[in-house]
């Protein structure tokens, strides 16, 4: 499986961007997809996850109502929109992707996904 991210940039506190993951080699209908983050000097962060088995997507706090995850099974992509971005959302952000059934903790955890898209930076000004 070949991830590709996209849609990266500059904005300013306040706005919008919708981050983009290709997948080549396996469809992501049979795919949890994942989406993490990493600021400098932090670990990876945990940012949202849709599974494939139930449909059903999961949000830290810090950015629960301000990301959606969804995913265009006839593009075979997955996305990330994200609102009222705030300066400390800024970071390289990467999909990834892991089969079967992951249980919770697993969703969460990045040590558990398979298949890791290249970074895009997304920067937020103040």
């Known amino acids: 499986v070949q991830l590709q991210a996209s849609g990266g940039g500059l904005v300013q506190a306040g706005g919008s961007l919708r981050l983009s993951c290709a997948a080549s080699?396996?469809?992501?209908?049979?795919?949890?997809a994942g989406w993490f983050r990493q600021a400098p000097g932090k670990g990876r962060e945990f940012v949202a996850a849709?599974?494939?088995?139930?449909?059903?997507?999961y949000y830290p706090t810090s950015v629960k109502g301000r990301f959606t995850i969804s995913r265009d099974n006839d593009k075979n992509t997955v996305y990330l929109q994200m609102n009222s971005l705030k300066p400390e959302d800024t970071a390289v952000y990467y999909c990834a992707a892991q089969g079967g059934r992951p249980i919770y903790s697993s969703i969460l955890n990045d040590l558990s996904y398979d298949w890791w898209g290249q970074g895009t930076q997304v920067t937020v000004s103040s």
């Open positions: 849709i599974a494939w088995y139930n449909g059903r997507t």
């Open positions: 080699g396996r469809a992501f209908s049979s795919l949890t």
